[in-house]
């Protein structure tokens, strides 16, 4: 497995931009798809955006699609989040997951990740 640490979190108003990382650690980074998934209180965890091995291929589910960017730097080995206008329905904490070494592809499902990091919390007010 590898390390994840993600950070960038805050409260911010909506309308407002956030950029969250996610530092990875313990194996080769390059070699996995990752992905970004939320969990709002008293719901299930949600898929977020997805991105390929090198960055080629990147899906979004629809709620954030157009306002989010998913990226990475396998030279630095942290993945980003870029967030902008923020609405109040995206507080939620954001967790960043890898897929196991040598899969590529990205994936919408969570089952098919197996790394996750410890969350980092974002609350958007109206």
């Known amino acids: 497995q590898v390390q994840l640490v993600e950070s960038g979190g805050g409260l911010v108003q909506a309308g407002a931009s956030l950029r969250l990382s996610c530092a990875a650690s313990?194996?080769?980074?390059?070699?996995?798809?990752m992905g970004w998934f939320r969990q709002a209180p008293g719901k299930e965890r949600e898929f977020v955006a997805t991105?390929?091995?090198?960055?080629?291929?990147?899906y979004y589910s629809d709620s954030v699609k157009g306002r989010f960017t998913i990226s990475r730097d396998n030279a630095k080995n942290t993945m980003f989040l870029q967030m902008n206008s923020l609405k109040p329905e995206d507080t939620a904490v954001y967790y960043c997951?890898?897929?196991?070494?040598?899969?590529?592809?990205?994936?919408?499902?969570?089952?098919?990740?197996?790394?996750w990091g410890q969350g980092t919390q974002v609350t958007v007010s109206s």
């Open positions: 997951a890898a897929r196991p070494a040598t899969y590529q592809t990205p994936s919408r499902e969570a089952r098919m990740y197996d790394s």
């Open positions: 313990g194996r080769t980074f390059s070699a996995s798809a």
């Open positions: 991105i390929s091995w090198r960055g080629a291929t990147t």
